[in-house]
T-cell receptor, first 117, second 112 residues
Framework: GAGVSQSPSNKVTEKGKDVELRCDPI?????LYWYRQRLGQGLEFLIY????????KSGLPSDRFSAERTGESVSTLTIQRTQQEDSAVYLC???????????????FGEGSRLTVL | KQEVTQIPAALSVPEGENLVLNCSFT??????LQWFRQDPGKGLTSLLL???SQREQTSGRLNASLDKSSGRSTLYIAASQPGDSATYLC???????????WGAGTKLIIKP
């Protein structure tokens, strides 16, 4: 696609429910990042995918968080048993890996705003 | 450990002024540096990317410079407009590492 696409744009859920957020990166971008941004705060790294390599999950805050990506396409971020502290905007970004001449420029989606009541 | 600092945290200037936003980093071994803007409730928009071998990049009224040896980058905005109001973030890619280190951002307000 022309840009990084995320859905849903807004999600309101009750505490304890599971939610799934989707990211469709720019076509051809093998690298994909998930970030979390709480209200008024900076970006918090969650997870990184690069091609078929094992993902870097070092930023996931708890085992309630998981993410999948099939090949170089769509990724889903799943939050199980949501808590109020999970309320935030979840941002997805993609780029080419750093071994390309045109590498590095990171493109973001508009984010998925999650509100846990 | 690489740290990225942006000063000031907030800036308010009248329309039409030229202004400079600052980004400093502690480790000069960077692969590239990128400037973004973020509008309230929105995602981030890439403004300029400077590779480590470059000194500056320009796009329209924006000019970003990079001085690796001193660990600094500046984003120069010429003839500011109210539409430039946003939070501006810089991020560095560590050498051969996909991880980006983010500054906390500068919140810019351009007064009509």
């Amino acid at each position: 696609g022309a840009g990084v696409s995320q859905s849903p744009s807004n999600k309101v859920t009750e505490k304890g429910k599971d939610v799934e957020l989707r990211c469709d990166p720019i076509s051809g971008h093998t690298a994909l990042y998930w970030y979390r941004q709480r209200l008024g705060q900076g970006l918090e790294f969650l997870i990184y995918f690069q091609g078929n390599s094992a993902p870097d999950k070092s930023g996931l805050p708890s085992d309630r968080f998981s993410a999948e990506r099939t090949g170089e396409s769509v990724s889903t971020l799943t939050i199980q048993r949501t808590q109020q502290e999970d309320s935030a905007v979840y941002l997805c970004a993609s780029n080419h890996p750093l071994d390309r001449d045109d590498s590095g420029e990171l493109f973001f989606g508009e984010g998925s705003r999650l509100t846990v009541l | 450990k690489q740290e990225v600092t942006q000063i000031p945290a907030a800036l308010s200037v009248p329309e039409g002024e030229n202004l400079v936003l600052n980004c400093s980093f502690t480790d000069s071994a960077i692969y590239n540096l990128q400037w973004f803007r973020q509008d309230p409730g929105k995602g981030l928009t890439s403004l300029l990317l400077i590779q480590s071998s470059q000194r500056e990049q320009t796009s329209g009224r924006l000019n970003a410079s990079l001085d690796k040896s001193s660990g600094r980058s500046t984003l120069y905005i010429a003839a500011s407009q109210p539409g430039d109001s946003a939070t501006y973030l810089c991020a560095v890619n560590l050498d051969s590492n996909y991880q980006l280190i983010w500054g906390a951002g500068t919140k810019l307000i351009i007064k009509p």
